[in-house]
């Protein structure tokens, strides 16, 4: 008798506690989604305009689950502690049940562990480095990685600008960087059959100002073309330094060259830049990218760049998760991300691979006349 009488308080207290749960989800009166990224510091451009895209995104779909969204931004100051704090902010303080972050794909590294121990889910608009994702079952991203993105650089350049020898300065300080040369010049090699086709290869470090040393030493190497991975700000006054050195080959970058600023600092200078880039509004791939042309252009009177459509894109992912989830629980929503697969988003269709990558197109952009010109649109092969 005593037995059945603690059998039957434990499947009382077990009843309980599943009632205390789902009176606590029925009291739950918004869903909390945090965002880190750089408002502030190196990177802050990217991280402000990849918040455009997040608002609008807000402003076309501010519920899920019949609950308002509220979006939580912390900055994370362009810096991998700062990452790393943010992300526990959001977890611990603002308890968020998914987060979107961050452009710089150190700064992704840096806050990524935090979000997995934690077993909260994180969307990544722009962090191309493979290793953002490796490893860590909890972090997506919608954008592609820098194999893909090295390889259709090196592919560019041979194909396109017939380059068969060309140049590397990295910015060695940055994940990013380092790994984008290494796949462009990996790819480089395969293309040309030749293992010294990278004739001169060289660094920098963040923040510097004189480039004469690397941009002599790519000089007497005579490149046909040079591929600079780096930061928009850093790059724009190493390309401004190489034209004043009299180097008029052609300057190739990454995704991070999409920038204002970047023709801002560089102005004339930088004409004739090519970089890859995830999306070009002269080059809608679904309905969803016209949609988004649209109300970005409406919005900001001005027409929409690469990380505001990623941005918009990793919103409306998070709420497709959380939707097909039907939960705002971290673990349900991570498996349905998952899950993600043939996403009509505006930056193209979008298919999560099980490291957690976006499998998706590519664009290369040329400055010209003191705009991003659309040059040509790369597939995945």
């Known amino acids: 008798m005593a037995l059945h009488r603690r059998l039957m308080m434990v499947l009382f207290c077990a009843a309980l506690v599943s009632m205390c749960g789902i009176a606590a989800a029925a009291s739950e009166t918004e869903i909390r989604i945090g965002v880190y990224e750089p408002m502030t510091g190196a990177m802050a451009a990217g991280g402000q305009m990849t918040m455009e895209g997040i608002q609008l995104a807000q402003e076309q779909r501010p519920k899920v689950l019949g609950l308002p969204v509220r979006v939580i931004l912390v900055d994370n100051r362009s810096d991998k502690v700062e990452a790393a704090t943010a992300v526990t902010r959001l977890i611990q303080k603002d308890k968020v049940c998914a987060i979107i972050g961050s452009y710089?794909?150190?700064?992704?590294?840096?806050?990524?562990?935090?979000?997995?121990?934690?077993?909260?889910?994180?969307m990544g608009c722009s962090p191309t480095n493979p290793?953002?994702?490796?490893?860590n079952d909890y972090y997506f991203r919608a954008c592609f990685i820098d194999p893909f993105q090295?390889?259709?650089?090196?592919?560019?350049?041979?194909?396109?600008l017939g380059a068969r020898k060309a140049a590397i300065i990295q910015d060695i300080a940055q994940d990013y960087a380092v790994g984008l040369a290494n796949f462009f010049r990996q790819a480089f090699n395969e293309l040309t059959e030749?293992?010294?086709s990278i004739i001169a290869f060289t660094s920098y470090q963040t923040g510097d100002r004189d480039y004469t040393a690397q941009?002599?030493?790519v000089a007497n190497a005579k490149p046909d073309v040079v591929f600079a991975p780096g930061y928009y700000a850093d790059a724009a006054v190493l390309v401004t330094q190489a034209r004043s050195l009299g180097l008029k080959m052609p300057f190739l970058g990454g995704d991070t060259f999409e920038a204002?600023?970047?023709?801002?600092?560089?102005?004339?200078?930088?004409?004739?830049?090519?970089?890859?880039?995830?999306y070009s509004a002269d080059a809608p791939v679904t309905p969803a990218s016209e949609r988004f042309v649209a109300l970005y252009k409406a919005r900001f009177k001005t027409a929409?760049?690469?990380?505001?459509?990623?941005?918009?894109?990793?919103y409306n992912l998070v709420l497709d998760a959380i939707e097909r989830a039907g939960s705002s629980n971290p673990k349900a929503i991570r498996d349905a991300m998952a899950e993600t697969k043939d996403f009509v988003g505006a930056t193209g269709i979008i298919t999560l691979d099980a490291n957690g990558d976006a499998t998706k197109s590519a664009v290369v952009l040329v400055v010209k006349d003191g705009q991003f010109k659309l040059v040509d649109v790369v597939h995945p092969r």
């Open 150 to 160: 090295g390889r259709v650089m090196a592919q560019f350049a041979y194909d396109k």
């Open 260 to 278: 204002p600023e970047f023709i801002e600092i560089g102005g004339k200078n930088v004409e004739g830049v090519y970089f890859s880039t995830h």
């Open 104 to 122: 710089g794909s150190a700064l992704s590294m840096s806050g990524g562990p935090v979000a997995q121990a934690a077993k909260v889910p994180v």
């Open 194 to 196: 030749d293992p010294k």
């Open 131 to 135: 290793l953002v994702t490796l490893g």
């Open 215 to 217: 941009l002599t030493y």
């Open 304 to 314: 929409p760049n690469t990380f505001a459509a990623l941005g918009y894109d990793c």
